[in-house]
């Protein structure tokens, strides 16, 4: 018998609204990562900015834990 109580999906469109001090000198890069504790999932490095979009969706096992 599994855990698997189904899935979640689950869709980030970007950051925005970033106040970094001089984050326009320097050229930024982020990462995101989504970890459930059954899956990790994790985007590309992706440049950071005052909107940085990600525009990517993450299926997500949903379990006991979750």
Do not use: M, W
Request: proline share 5%; with cysteine; net charge negative.
């Amino acid at each position: 018998p599994s855990n698997d109580k189904g899935r979640l999906y689950v869709k980030i469109v970007g950051l925005k609204g970033l106040e970094l001090p001089g984050l326009e000198r320097h050229e930024a890069k982020f990462h995101l990562i989504l970890d459930n504790g059954i899956h990790c999932i994790s985007t590309p490095n992706l440049e950071l900015n005052e909107f940085s979009g990600i525009n990517q969706e993450f299926e997500l096992t949903v379990g006991d834990n979750l």
